[in-house]
């Protein structure tokens, strides 16, 4: 009897459903008709649906002359996945080309291209991005939520007490905030949660977003767009928006020169506050960017600024499958715990090797692989923060010197609590392991 062959990871789930960018609905229907008639609409469907279950935010095809090799980025970490044959990888990538408007007969040339996707009740962004190399062609598909899958600030890993030092700041009158992560690090979903969680009731937020970048849309907060085709300069839009008397400036991009110095003028002599975010590796050096950045504001800033926030991304211990150890008081010494304040440490479950799968008896007795988190011994990921709310040393040597290094022995002689100690409580809180924070922390 014949053995039925072994089905693809694509053939596995249900396909998604495509959704056209495109505004006129009888053109994105006929769209879908036309790429349906393609042997690679079922094959893309259901490889991005296997991508979305697996809870991957990034697919990256690359295309040889044999075959396409497929990996996957779960929890900021890449996995290799069976290849498919190069017939039907074609087929795919021409599916979803043309589902994204690109042109799936240029191979070569460097393309992007955009579509919603459907899962369920679950709608997703698929951006796309192709560039041919010497071997053949490199695709990076990126997939993104449309609803954020956290609702506040200790869904991220945030401590209750950093918590209300933060919305003490956001809420104060007369400040600057400043948040900040690494590149790709969850800057626009911190930024949405943290501005999410001010006073927004008794307050009025004018956010200024340039038309062609518009944000997520937060409750309460007005979006006022410049640039575009409303003929309109961020500046000018400021301007005109401060006439009304808001009480909260919220710029999800550094403001221009000009923008930024009466932004702090209005918070310095009218008591209003002003919001903004930016990438950098730490909260110290976040603050010293914006001081080189903004000259004539330096001074202004370290005197308004409240706090600034910053975050590294660490995967999530699995709750069903982490195992726990006892830490010998040489590395409690080093991580500078206290001896007898942590009981306990905890460690990704790794499965052992199959030949070593076997009961007291030396018989065979395979491991079932964790239901949850699909025996990766990580199940998402968490932020680790850093709050840093400027002394008056600091606020005077912030526009003094741009030696980071000084920057933070001031800080920590007035309380600051830097990033890796932060990281060091997040292991104490049984959130992740150290052998996580070892490979964060060695990413340059």
């Not at 907060?221 to 006439?243: C, H, P, W």
């Not at 110095?261 to 002599?269: G, T, V």
Request: hydrophobic content about 40%.
């Amino acid at each position: 009897m014949a053995q039925e062959p072994e089905l693809q990871l694509w053939q596995t789930v249900a396909p998604v459903d495509f959704l056209p960018n495109i505004k006129d609905k009888t053109q994105s229907q006929s769209l879908l008709i036309t790429s349906r008639q393609g042997a690679g609409y079922p094959i893309a469907g259901g490889q991005l649906a296997h991508a979305i279950q697996m809870r991957a935010t990034h697919v990256l095809m690359d295309f040889s002359q044999a075959a396409c090799a497929l990996r996957y980025q779960i929890d900021g970490t890449w996995e290799q996945l069976p290849p498919l044959d190069r017939e039907s990888g074609d087929a795919m990538l021409h599916a979803i080309k043309q589902l994204c408007l690109m042109n799936p007969a240029d191979r070569r040339s460097s393309q992007t291209g955009k579509m919603g996707l459907k899962m369920g009740k679950d709608k997703f962004k698929l951006s796309i991005q192709s560039q041919g190399v010497p071997t053949g062609e490199r695709v990076l598909a990126k997939i993104e939520a449309e609803k954020i899958p956290f609702s506040n600030l200790a869904d991220l890993g945030m401590r209750d007490k950093m918590i209300a030092s933060l919305k003490e700041q956001l809420n104060r009158p007369g400040n600057f905030v400043v948040i900040s992560t690494p590149k790709s690090e969850g800057l626009t979903t911190t930024w949405s949660i943290a501005v999410d969680a001010a006073d927004k009731f008794v307050r009025d937020y004018q956010s200024f977003e340039d038309q062609l970048k518009p944000e997520p849309e937060i409750i309460n907060v007005s979006a006022n767009f410049y640039g575009g085709d409303t003929k309109i300069e961020q500046l000018a839009l400021l301007k005109r928006m401060i006439l009304k008397e808001p009480d909260v400036l919220v710029f999800p991009e550094l403001p221009e020169n000009e923008s930024m110095r009466i932004s702090l003028e209005q918070a310095e002599k009218h008591s209003k506050s002003v919001l903004t975010r930016l990438n950098a590796p730490t909260a110290m050096e976040a603050l010293s960017q914006l001081v080189a950045k903004y000259p004539e504001s330096s001074k202004a800033i370290a005197k308004l600024t409240g706090g600034v926030l910053c975050q590294r991304l660490v995967r999530r211990l699995c709750d069903n499958c982490k195992v726990g150890f006892e830490p010998p008081p040489q590395l409690l010494k080093q991580l500078g715990i206290p001896a007898g304040r942590v009981a306990a440490l905890y460690q990704p479950f790794v499965m052992p090797p199959i030949e070593e799968q076997v009961d007291a008896n030396g018989k065979p007795a395979p491991i079932t692989p964790c239901h949850v988190c699909n025996a990766r011994g990580y199940m998402g990921r968490i932020a680790i923060f850093e709050w840093l709310k400027p002394g008056e040393k600091l606020r005077d040597a912030i526009i003094k010197t741009r030696d980071i290094g000084q920057l933070n022995a001031i800080a920590k002689a007035e309380g600051h609590r830097g990033i890796q100690a932060e990281a060091v409580l997040t292991v104490a809180r049984g959130l992740t392991s150290l052998d996580e924070l070892k490979r964060v922390f060695a990413k340059k």
